[in-house]
């Protein structure tokens, strides 16, 4: 069983950047694959970015790809999601999520899931 805890939301204007961490616990952390889903207001759940196990492979939201960057320490049981240039379209809330198949159909995708954390973004 993995825990996961995310952390580094807030609030930031247009154009502005965060970054999330997502700490896991109790699994073998690189073993896992490691992704960041979003949930805005009455929207679904949707796919922002997924990094293999060995960080060698990526994959991203179209419309996050240039503005976000995922990466991750192993040594440090840590992923994170770098977000530059955010546009109020970004607010929602961020959950980081671990899972063994780095291939699955991203609505599908996430074994493990943590509780999530605010992101707002003003114009």
């Known amino acids: 069983q993995v825990q996961l805890v995310e952390s580094g939301g807030g609030s930031v204007q247009a154009g502005g950047s965060l970054r999330l961490s997502c700490a896991a616990s109790?699994?073998?952390?690189?073993?896992?694959?490691m992704g960041w889903f979003r949930q805005a207001p009455v929207k679904e759940r949707e796919f922002v970015a997924i990094?293999?196990?060995?960080?060698?492979?990526?994959d991203y939201k179209d419309s996050v790809k240039g503005r976000f960057s995922i990466s991750r320490d192993n040594a440090k049981n840590t992923v994170y999601l770098h977000m530059n240039s955010l546009k109020p379209e970004d607010t929602a809330v961020y959950y980081c999520?671990?899972?063994?198949?780095?291939?699955?159909?991203?609505?599908?995708?996430?074994?493990?899931w943590g509780q999530g954390t605010q992101v707002t973004v003003s114009s």
């Open positions: 990094v293999a196990s060995t960080g060698g492979n990526s």
């Open positions: 109790g699994g073998t952390f690189k073993y896992y694959n």
């Open positions: 999520a671990a899972d063994f198949d780095y291939a699955m159909d991203r609505a599908r995708w996430g074994r493990y």
